[in-house]
Nanobody
């Protein structure tokens, strides 16, 4: 059974940085798409950034220029470097991995809190 195990997250002041990582555990499959989503209280879960196996990236407009997604295919790990954090970035961040159209995996979520 494939699982995604996240690390990172925490509380920082506005303008600070955090780095998240997410590694696949218990699987021999290589994820196709990987990425990060986030969900703030009272809001829907939204895409933050995704990256394909080939390294093609996609970012939400709200994080472009501030966040960088990367992955290590040999480790089945995806990273999210978050710089210039804003209070509006406060949310629970979820790692996502896709093997096939019907096979989406989610991490447990990690809290990111950005204070003014």
């Amino acid at each position: 059974q494939a699982q995604l195990v996240e690390s990172g997250g925490g509380s920082v002041q506005a303008g600070g940085s955090l780095s998240l990582s997410c590694a696949a555990s218990g699987t021999i499959f290589r994820f196709n798409g990987m990425g990060w989503y986030r969900q703030a209280p009272g809001k829907q879960r939204e895409l933050v950034a995704t990256i394909t196996r080939g390294g093609n990236t996609n970012y939400a407009d709200s994080v472009k220029g501030r966040f960088t997604i990367s992955r290590d295919n040999t480790k089945n790990t995806v990273y999210l470097q978050m710089n210039s954090l804003k209070p509006e970035d406060t949310a629970v961040y979820y790692c996502w991995g896709n093997i096939g159209a019907a096979y989406n995996y989610w991490g447990q979520g990690t809290q990111v809190t950005v204070s003014s």
